[in-house]
């Protein structure tokens, strides 16, 4: 009978259950562990990749520089001829790119000349210009004297109001004196501003 409830090493099942379960969680922690590693010499790969990448670009780009300013006027000739030259597929590669692209003259810098404006278009623009500026001055001129004259007619308003008050003359001649010089400022504005209808109403009480 006691024999039954221990296995064969003589160890209980319940310690021999933890051991096992302890077994497992070690070996998943083992696995979980490689693979890890291997993501991480993964990365480092092509990362190592990468910059051989970046590297042979730069040095792709450095040869093509110098070949470049060492003969600036070469032809296409001359570039298949350095194709027919001994060398690895990347140069021969890269010499094809120059012979395609030694098709073409090369233009330099002093030949490249900016447009200028002709003398009617600059005179036009300087027109415009002035144009603009004339007509704003215009309005603000015209504005001013608006606001003149509608000064004006209130001031000489409230004069006969005031000498009226005073008793010094009636209030028909008030009227009258006011009045006139309203007619007086709308023909002032009509004749130097071109404004005709500055009042909202052509009757009022006067």
Not at 127 to 145: F, I, N
């Amino acid at each position: 009978m006691v024999g039954n409830e221990h296995d064969r090493d003589g160890l209980p099942p319940e310690l021999c259950a933890e051991i096992g379960a302890q077994i497992i969680k070690r070996a998943g922690r083992i696995r979980e562990k490689e693979r890890l590693a291997r993501l991480v010499r993964k990365a480092k790969k092509r990362k190592r990749r990468s910059h051989e990448r970046k590297a042979r670009l730069a040095l792709a780009q450095e040869r093509a520089r110098h070949k470049i300013s060492a003969n600036p006027t070469s032809t296409r000739t001359d570039a298949k001829a350095v194709v027919t030259e001994p060398g690895s597929a990347a140069r021969a590669l890269e010499d094809d790119r120059f012979a395609a692209a030694a098709q073409y003259e090369p233009i330099r810098e002093e030949d490249v000349v900016m447009s200028v404006p002709s003398k009617s278009f600059l005179a036009g623009k300087a027109w415009g210009t002035q144009d603009v500026d004339t007509m704003h001055e215009v309005k603000a001129r015209q504005e001013v004297l608006k606001n003149g004259f509608a000064r004006l007619a209130v001031a000489e308003a409230d004069r006969m109001e005031n000498l009226a008050a005073g008793c010094v003359i009636d209030e028909h001649n008030t009227r009258e004196d006011v009045a006139r010089q309203l007619v007086a400022t709308a023909a002032g504005m009509e004749a130097m501003i071109g404004v005709d209808e500055w009042v909202e109403t052509d009757e009022t009480s006067l």
